[in-house]
């Protein structure tokens, strides 16, 4: 059956998608995603009222038909992750469309999505970890932008961090201690031990960035001065996992992954690998590191050995 759109609803959905790449710097595969996820939706709604997708029906959409379309998805054999983000696409479009046009959105954007268990992201081999940060620096044509991507993403895979605490530093933190203290999730402090190549990286980039990094200012820049965009970094790693052949799981967190796990392989303490992730338990960290219950056992018997 032809999706059959009116050309207001046309136009919406390219002006959708056009404020997603100006202003969340989505990528052209998010894009594509959006793009798809939504115009399901809308497939659906065209049969599910009858008649042509215009921006009245969508006005009218309440909750038992947001309930017929997930029904309708998981009937057709649609997985809990994958409707997942297809509502989380339908409800971005639904919150910026009904602020344009005016209308009530709360059926849509209160329903909840299905229940499924996060997978964790891949680690990577520790060649690809390296090819990756070498690949990075392929990207941008700018020394100093080039300098800051690399040096971002080693701090990731060198630190164990967080994208958003990489981005948290400030002017102040530079050039690199010895240890860094980090503010994780929930305020939580960490220190952090900074190894010599993230410390030369964020020193490289210091050299080059073409801006002053005041103390309280953030330490990573954009190309206009403000504070990085996450979803800069992530958009650089996706072109570099392309170029290597790399699964999308190579992404950001990917980083931070394949640093406690190779450090448990190298035979790191599960206790200190706890401690240098910011995770509040240890059974967090055994499942993040995603290795056979063999071996966590084996190092943890080695860190508690028996009376």
Known sequence: ??????????????????????????????????RTDVLGFLSFLNQHFGEQSGLAPLARVGVTDMRAWMAHERGRGVAARSLARSLSAVKSFYRWLSAREGFEPTAVLSTRAPKFHKKLPRPLAEDAARAMIET??????????????????????????????????????????????????????????????????????????????????????????????????????????????????????????????????AGGDLRAIQELLGHSSLSTTQAYTAVDTARLMEVYEKAHPKA
């Open 1 to 34: 059956m032809t999706l059959m759109l009116s050309p207001a609803v046309r136009d919406a959905l390219e002006s959708w998608l056009k404020h997603e790449k100006a202003l969340n710097s989505a990528t052209e595969n998010t894009l594509k995603a959006y």
């Open 136 to 265: 990075v620096e392929l990207q941008s044509q700018k020394g100093w932008v080039a300098a800051r991507d690399v040096a971002v993403v080693t701090l990731l895979y060198g630190c164990g961090l967080r994208i958003s605490e990489a981005l948290g530093l400030t002017g102040k933190d530079a050039p690199l201690p010895d240890v860094l203290r980090i503010v994780g999730k929930g305020g939580k402090e960490r220190l952090v031990p900074v190894l010599n190549a993230a410390r030369d990286a964020v020193g490289r980039y210091t050299d080059l960035c073409p801006f002053d990094l005041d103390s309280d200012a953030p330490l990573f820049r954009g190309v206009r001065g403000g504070a990085l965009n996450p979803r800069l970094i992530s958009g650089v790693m996706e072109s570099a996992r392309m170029q290597l052949g790399l699964p999308a799981t190579a992404t950001p967190h990917a980083m931070r992954h394949s640093f406690a796990t190779h450090l448990l392989s």
